[in-house]
């Protein structure tokens, strides 16, 4: 019995996790692997198995997935349906849900989210640093960022934390700069969404000591692939600034957004992004902001990349006329995600 007892427990408990991975995909030679979907995300299928771990299989190569869980399903035109994946020819799946079935291409299949996952199942995101120092300009600089995203099909809240230190020997003086992203993205249309931001920011190179500014921006995303993202948009935004020996201003602007990324899961995977946003001034004529940053990540090994990114920061009026109007900066960091 003492030697029967034990297994027995191994089994009760062990049963059920098993019997969560039953969703079936097959590859395009043929193969079926058995597992969970854990999602689809920018072309990539997180697939968890028993015997060879957490696949990351990319979507373009798979032939048809089968589940009879419940899952949430986003195609390129920003339409979502729900309900379970049911048997459907090759390069189609098919979603089955309240006596309804949908055949849909899998080639516009953007996002697959299980039903119930739980709130750490739906963050992603990523850290990464770096540092650089050059001896003949005595110039030393520290950079680290983070990122991270909530993500449901219907809305994103993401935050965004980035810290620039550089330290110059020569004039023993610093030169910082630092900012604090936040953000919800939501999608009430098909190809429209609608964002609320915040933002707070500081950087000595402009004579900024802190802005803080809240607003909001409505817009088409133009692009939603397995490949690809494009979305434009406008909206207007208020700030409030705190310069080096100045007083304290408060401005209103408007606001227009650009953001595109590209993405391959080809080895080595790569990431690219490239956002801006401009800001002309409503309160003072003739002011204006922009705020540039691109970034290339390529994965070194699982979870593990390697990104060199830039930025460039525009102020055609600082809020002290002392300082310099422009700073731009390039970054090599290596980092992790999750």
């Known amino acids: 019995m003492r030697r029967f007892l034990p297994g027995?427990?191994?089994?009760?408990?062990?049963a059920p996790l098993q019997a969560q991975r039953t969703d079936v995909v097959t590859l395009g030679n043929g193969d079926r692997i058995t597992g969970e979907i854990i999602n689809l995300n920018r072309g990539?299928?997180?697939f968890k198995t028993d015997d060879a771990g957490t696949l990351y299989l990319e979507w373009?190569?798979?032939a048809r997935v089968v589940a009879a869980r419940l899952f949430e399903i986003e195609v390129e035109d920003g339409t979502q349906y729900l309900g379970?994946?049911?048997a459907a020819p090759a390069r189609t799946i098919s979603v089955v849900g309240a006596g309804v079935t949908t055949p849909l291409q899998m080639s516009v299949v953007t996002r697959i989210s299980p039903i119930g996952r739980s709130f750490w199942q739906k963050i992603d995101g990523s850290v990464d640093a770096g540092f650089n120092y050059t001896r003949s300009s005595g110039v030393a600089q520290l950079n680290a960022n983070?990122?991270?995203a909530y993500r449901r099909p219907a809305f994103t809240f993401r935050t965004a934390l980035s810290l620039t230190a550089t330290e110059k020997e020569n004039d023993e003086g610093r030169d910082d700069r630092g900012s604090f992203d936040a953000s919800f993205l939501r999608y009430p249309w098909k190809r429209w969404f609608f964002t609320f931001v915040g933002r707070f920011e500081t950087n000595e190179s402009l004579g900024l000591t802190l802005r803080s500014q809240v607003g909001g921006a409505v817009g088409p995303r133009l692009v939603n692939t397995n490949r690809a993202q494009l979305a434009v948009g406008a909206g207007v935004v208020v700030n409030d600034e705190r310069g080096v020996d100045v007083e304290p201003t408060q401005n209103v602007e408007?606001?227009?957004?650009?953001?595109?990324?590209?993405f391959t899961y080809d080895r080595p995977k790569t990431t690219l992004d490239v956002t801006t946003q401009y800001y002309p001034s409503l309160s003072d004529p003739?002011?204006?902001?922009?705020?540039?940053?691109?970034?290339v990540k390529?994965?070194?090994?699982?979870d593990f990349f390697v990104s060199v990114s830039g930025y460039n920061t525009y102020d055609s009026r600082p809020p002290n006329p002392a300082f310099s109007s422009n700073d731009v900066g390039v970054v090599l960091s290596v980092g992790w995600s999750y």
């Open 84 to 86: 379970s994946l049911g």
């Open 44 to 46: 990539r299928l997180e």
């Open 8 to 14: 027995a427990l191994i089994l009760l408990f062990s």
């Open 146 to 148: 983070w990122n991270q």
């Open 298 to 302: 390529q994965e070194l090994m699982k």
């Open 254 to 262: 408007a606001l227009f957004l650009f953001g595109w990324s590209f």
């Open 60 to 62: 373009d190569k798979l």
């Open 286 to 295: 003739g002011r204006n902001r922009i705020q540039f940053d691109a970034g």
